[in-house]
Structure formats: structure tokens, C-alpha cells
Antibody, heavy 116, light 107 residues
Framework: QVNLLQSGAALVKPGASVKLSCKAS????????IHWVKQSHGRSLEWIGY????????NYNEKFKNRATLTVDKSTNTAYMELARLTSEDSATYFC?????????WGQGVMVTVSS | DIVLTQSPATLSVTPGESVSLSCRAS??????IHWYQQKSNESPRLLIK???QSISGIPSRFSGSGSGTDFTLSINRVESEDFSVYYC?????????FGSGTKLEIK
């Protein structure tokens, strides 16, 4: 079955960057896009962007475009999201998800805490 | 950006009741709306795609309808495991956006 395994929780300092990973299994990695979604504590979901693993084509939410970078490593079926210049507003749970234009299968989520 | 307004914010029901959750888009989006269920401390789960298309493994009591700007997720005879938060999402135009959610709680 499809499984998306995300990296562990991260504690990072303000102004720093964080790189999250999402390892896919149970399907052909290049068949689906990988989406990234943010969920601040107790709040709704916010779409960050997606990447097409075939050619690395990306689409970003303008709100995150200058700080988020989505990449994939097809040799390990792993997707990455790097988020730069972190502030307290970036403290949240981040999900990766595979699917077509819409997220279908979801990772377990990873909590990122931004604190000095 | 397309704004999705979900109502009500909270819905209190008794198990066995049937309910309808609303999602209204700020502009016409055809049928490019998808519904997710999120239980506490879990990842979202896709329930319905493209407004009314069923998803493998999702109980048949969940159904969706609508097009244009008004969409509905219906749950026929709510069961105890259904008490959670429900989100709609549009993929009509970038950035893809989610509604603020409807919390289904036990009365």
C-alpha cells in the first residue's frame, strides 16, 4: 500500500532554514505529484506547493514562493521541502501528500517549532 | 485567490442523524472541489474528489454534490467514528486553497 514517511520533528532557530523529507513507497514515485501542506496549531490547512517528480516541475503558493524549495530524489523515492528564513509564524505541522492535482495519500506530518 | 467558506463552523449531531456540510466558493470552480476528513492528531483523509466522485475504501454513507460555487458533503446516518473536522479544497486555480473546516461533534 502507499506509504509516505516523513522525517522527525524539528526545532529550529528564527532566521534559520529547515529541510523536511518525505519518503514514498508502495507506488511508482513518478506517477503522482508530491504536495506540501501546512497546518498551524488548531487551524486550517494551507497549500504550499507541489512538485512533479518526473521533471522536477514545481508550482508554489505565492505566499511561500520565495522561501520554500521543493525537490525530489528519484533514486530514493524521496521528496524534500526546504523552508528558509523561519519565523515563529512557521511553527506548524507540515504534511507531504501524493496525488494528481489534489492530495490523495498523506504522510503522518512533521511538527516544526521555531524558537530561540 | 479563491476563498472557500465552510458552514457551519461546528455542527452538533446525534449518532444516526444525517447531515449536510456546506462549502461555498468565491467564484465558479466547476466541480474541482475535494473533501477531506481529519481526526484529532491524524493526517487528513480524502473522502470525495471532484465534488461527487467516490474514493475507494470510503464508506458509502459519504457523498458529495454541487457545482459552480455551492458544494455539499452529506453523511447519511452519522456514526461515532465520523466525529472529526471536514475540509473542502479547490484545485481550479492556483494557489489551491482549503476551507476553514467544519467540526462535527457529538450532541
Amino acid at each position: 500500500q502507499v506509504n509516505l514517511l516523513q522525517s522527525g520533528a524539528a526545532l529550529v532557530k528564527p532566521g534559520a532554514s529547515v529541510k523536511l523529507s518525505c519518503k514514498a513507497s508502495g507506488y511508482t514515485f513518478t506517477d503522482y505529484y508530491i504536495h506540501w501542506v501546512k497546518q498551524s496549531h488548531g487551524r486550517s490547512l494551507e497549500w504550499i506547493g507541489y512538485i512533479n517528480p518526473i521533471g522536477g516541475y514545481t508550482n508554489y503558493n505565492e505566499k511561500f514562493k520565495n522561501r520554500a524549495t521543493l525537490t525530489v530524489d528519484k533514486s530514493t523515492n524521496t521528496a524534500y521541502m526546504e523552508l528558509a528564513r523561519l519565523t515563529s509564524e512557521d511553527s506548524a505541522t507540515y504534511f507531504c501528500s501524493s496525488g494528481g492535482s489534489y492530495p490523495y495519500y498523506w504522510g503522518q506530518g512533521v511538527m516544526v517549532t521555531v524558537s530561540s | 485567490d479563491i476563498v472557500l467558506t465552510q458552514s457551519p463552523a461546528t455542527l452538533s449531531v446525534t449518532p444516526g442523524e444525517s447531515v449536510s456540510l456546506s462549502c461555498r466558493a468565491s467564484q465558479g470552480i466547476g466541480t474541482t472541489i475535494h473533501w477531506y476528513q481529519q481526526k484529532s492528531n491524524e493526517s487528513p483523509r480524502l473522502l470525495i474528489k471532484y465534488a461527487s466522485q467516490s474514493i475507494s475504501g470510503i464508506p458509502s454513507r459519504f457523498s458529495g454534490s454541487g457545482s459552480g460555487t455551492d458544494f455539499t458533503l452529506s453523511i447519511n446516518r452519522v456514526e461515532s467514528e465520523d466525529f472529526s473536522v471536514y475540509y473542502c479544497q479547490q484545485t481550479y486555480s492556483l494557489p489551491f486553497t482549503f476551507g476553514s473546516g467544519t467540526k462535527l461533534e457529538i450532541k
